[in-house]
């Protein structure tokens, strides 16, 4: 691997100086109105595929200097203005073109995203996947899956297939820290901060284009930015009516169907789509299983100024649990290490025999009802107006609704836990039992969100903000006992709620200084009113909750070279509140303070004609991050502590390169650090005969961040023999991964390399505007690995326990997918 990456980085090296010596030419012009051929002041002046432009200046004339031989199409829109695409050859020699612009006012489903997304004036650190990206490999997989080989992404699978309860990291950065928003609604769950992809299965079939934005970004809605931001915008029209109809199968019993309808943009300016999506998984781990529905509905009106656009998109999900995770015992084949297991945690005789004999795919639960049962819908209406030339808006009214619960058995619980009176039968008192219980949530998460955009001239101007309200209900339920005294059915033994209001507003602007600086600005400000009362789950009264108050500033600049390249620096601020189990599990009388990252990006870029690349420099400098250090609160949950400094620093390289037509690279390398200065690990010594209690406190120096790799790189080889044939050889890389904060071996993921396969033919039928039938490979050389765990320990006395437990994933698996279009 580390050869092939040294052969890599030669390669592009090479290329990029041979660029310098090309011919290059310069293209000018003037961008005028057809009505009154009166200048067009601040168009915008685009070569796409070179990621190079311009804008008009006062008389509206544009140059973009420097510009190699090859074969191009220049892109100009104006707010109020149709766009005007025309195709040139440089053949050594500078040319003028001259556009005239038809008015057209009509806006664009862009609208809605735009005040959250960065552009190529905009110095951010980003990348955007178009809709064919996320289709070379929607099949059944998750989201995240589907992103994985997007710069410094780490995917999970609890269940070991992409299907299911899945998650990404970003920089080290996990869900919890990164921002998810469609069409600019906020997703991330308010309490927790988390995004639940297995509530939205299939998404990826309606969404249109997905910015990932790595460090803090540009301001948005919702969670804070405190890794990443994945800004997701659903389908656009089509200019044509069509149906389609998706169906795949792979191993482990997975399969998709789904069909999907849209109108087109009817003469009278109405657009309708619609999607119905099935997915089912038994997974890779044993009884991991995954049956998932969703839906997704828009209608829209385009009218000359103005367009509204009402959508609803949901999911009902019925996984089985894998989230206790293998022992690594398990894995190793350790028998010794196995029986440990059994005696630390005090198995029963069935547990003991499915540890011992299940094998790889070993999966804790064994009731045949321990699953997740969630549904969650989403209803966005949006609002998008264009005022005048030169100032358009967008606002969006949002709800959503989520209720479900998970289902566990439990074996020999105490009554006690559940506010249960010990039971008397005869001369017996019986003060524990076997029991199945259900942990419900119930949760309104509704709001507004709004935007206006001012472009004049040289400047471009952006209001915008959201204020929304979360109501969430958190109680458990024992459905069935073997001795359950007088409780009652549905009686809850535990009942808290959370209640949130979250208010931002933002102001950024874009200013062109001259042809070749633009500076941006950006500040935000944030304030979170946040309570948390009633009986927790571990039967501990709650009462906390915090007010918070956030100035969240960015600046930057981008400057363009004279080589079609850009260089652009940035400094940007983010604050987070702490989580939900930060407050509830803080020791009697503490509250966790917030953390604040300062972040700096330094970036190049560079593209031409068949050759792109970028490099990223990123310092995040962190005062307070919450980690665990192994602390435990009086009823034995973990408790997230406060360090001072800690960092993450690294380089990001990312490069393509086009052969020809039928060969085509590309790849991105991640190299990293990711420390905390200094780290108090807590250990617990328990006694002997566990009748002592006794705090070990283990110091540390620039410890290594936990789940926080080194080195993250990952590649694709295309090869397109025919228009309507293509296949892709993909490999992911990924480093060792630390369980905790100690940077200690035996605590460590170890580092992996899988390689994906996935071919694709498109071709017709008389019936059929289209048909494409897909073949997916995953992990295409068997290799076994895990991607995701957790450790804990403690002493008794001289004996140390420490367990790992990973999540193993898949050997090579397939997919086969065929798609009709009509």
Do not use: C
Request: proline residues 2%; charged residues 20%; hydrophobic residues 35%.
């Amino acid at each position: 691997m580390l050869q092939f990456t040294k052969k890599w980085l030669l390669t592009a090296l090479a290329v990029v100086m041979s660029m310098h010596l090309m011919a290059q030419s310069s293209i000018s012009g003037k961008v005028v109105s057809q009505d009154d051929n009166s200048p067009l002041v601040g168009a915008s002046v685009v070569i796409e595929s070179i990621q190079k432009g311009s804008a008009t200046d006062i008389d509206g004339n544009f140059r973009i200097n420097k510009v190699e031989t090859g074969e191009y199409e220049i892109r100009v829109s104006y707010i109020g203005y149709k766009q005007a695409v025309k195709k040139v050859s440089l053949k050594n020699e500078d040319i003028q073109l001259n556009f005239e612009l038809e008015k057209d006012v009509q806006l664009t489903d862009e609208v809605m995203v735009s005040a959250t997304r960065a552009d190529e004036n905009t110095p951010t650190t980003f990348t955007n996947i178009k809709k064919a990206e996320l289709n070379r490999q929607n099949l059944a997989q998750d989201m995240p899956m589907l992103l994985n080989y997007t710069p410094s992404m780490v995917t999970t699978s609890d269940a070991g297939a992409g299907v299911g309860y899945t998650g990404m990291r970003i920089r080290g950065s996990d869900g919890t820290r990164i921002n998810v928003t469609v069409n600019g609604i906020p997703i991330n769950d308010s309490e927790s901060h988390g995004t639940f992809w297995v509530n939205m299965p299939d998404l990826a079939s309606s969404v249109d284009n997905i910015q990932i934005q790595r460090g803090v970004g540009t301001s948005t809605n919702g969670a804070a930015a405190f890794g990443a931001s994945v800004n997701m915008q659903t389908s656009t029209p089509s200019q044509d009516a069509f149906g389609e109809v998706n169906n795949s199968f792979g191993s482990f019993n997975t399969r998709r169907h789904n069909v999907i309808f849209n109108s087109g943009i009817t003469n009278s300016g109405w657009s309708f789509e619609g999607r119905l999506s099935s997915i089912h998984s038994d997974g890779y781990i044993d009884r991991a299983t995954s049956d998932m529905q969703s839906y997704f509905l828009s209608g829209a009106y385009y009218g000359d100024k103005t367009i509204v656009k009402a959508l609803a998109f949901g999911g009902k999900e019925r996984t089985y649990q894998s989230w206790w995770g293998t022992p690594e015992a398990r894995l190793e084949n350790d028998e010794e290490g196995m029986q440990e297991v059994i005696l630390n945690n005090g198995y029963t005789d069935e547990q003991a025999e499915n540890l011992l004999n299940s094998g790889r795919t070993f999966n804790y639960y064994l009731y045949d009802n321990e699953v997740d049962n969630y549904q969650q819908d989403h209803y966005q209406l949006h609002l998008s107006h264009q005022f005048t030339e030169n100032l358009q808006a967008n606002a969006a009214l949002h709800y959503t609704y989520g209720r479900g619960y998970y289902e566990q058995y439990r074996n020999d619980d105490d009554l006690a836990d559940y506010q249960l009176d010990d039971i008397e039968i005869g001369n017996e008192t019986i003060s524990s039992t076997d029991l199945i219980r259900r942990r419900w949530l119930d949760n309104h998460f509704y709001g507004m969100t709004y935007s206006f955009n001012y472009q004049k001239d040289n400047l471009d101007l952006t209001l915008g903000g959201a204020y929304n309200e979360y109501d969430g209900d958190h109680f458990g339920e024992i459905i069935w006992a073997r001795f359950a005294g007088d409780s009652e059915i549905r009686e809850r033994y535990y009942d808290n709620f959370g209640r949130k209001k979250d208010f931002n507003t933002f102001l950024k602007a874009n200013y062109q200084l001259d042809e070749k600086l633009n500076l941006f600005a950006d500040m935000q400000i944030r304030t979170i009113d946040y309570v948390t009362q009633g009986i927790d789950n571990d039967l501990a009264v709650i009462d906390t909750g915090g007010d918070y108050f956030f100035f969240n500033p960015k600046a930057g600049l981008t400057y363009s070279l004279p080589d079609n390249s850009q260089l652009y620096a940035s400094v940007a601020v983010a604050n987070r509140e702490p989580v939900r189990n930060d407050f509830v599990d803080a020791p009697q009388g503490e509250t966790p303070e917030h953390e604040t990252l300062y972040d700096y990006e330094l970036g190049y870029k560079k593209q031409a004609s068949n050759f792109s690349a970028e490099a990223i420099f990123y310092y995040m400098d962190y005062n307070n991050q919450l980690v665990l250090t192994g602390e435990l609160n009086d009823v034995g949950s973990s408790i997230r502590t406060n360090v001072d400094d800690s960092y993450r620093t690294g380089i990001e390289l990312i490069g393509a390169f086009r052969f020809n037509q039928q060969w085509s690279i590309g790849g991105n390398a991640t190299f990293s650090q990711n420390k905390i200065i200094n780290f108090t690990e807590i250990i617990y010594d328990y006694g002997e005969a566990f009748d002592e209690f006794n705090i070990i406190e283990n110091e540390y120096r620039n410890t290594d961040i936990s789940f926080s790799p080194n080195i993250i790189a990952a590649g694709e080889l295309n090869y397109q023999p025919l228009t309507n044939l293509k296949f892709t050889l993909l490999g992911k890389y990924v480093g060792k991964q630390y369980l905790d904060n100690t940077s200690n071996d035996d605590r460590a993921l170890d580092p992996y390399y899988v390689s994906d396969f996935v071919g694709s033919y498109q071709f017709s039928l008389p019936f059929l505007k289209q048909a494409e039938l897909k073949l997916m490979v995953n992990n295409i050389f068997n290799e076994m690995y895990s991607s995701n765990g957790y450790t804990f320990g403690y002493n008794a006395g001289t004996y140390e326990v420490r367990e790992n437990y990973l999540y193993p994933q898949a050997g090579t698996n397939y997919l086969v997918g065929l798609n009709l279009k009509f």
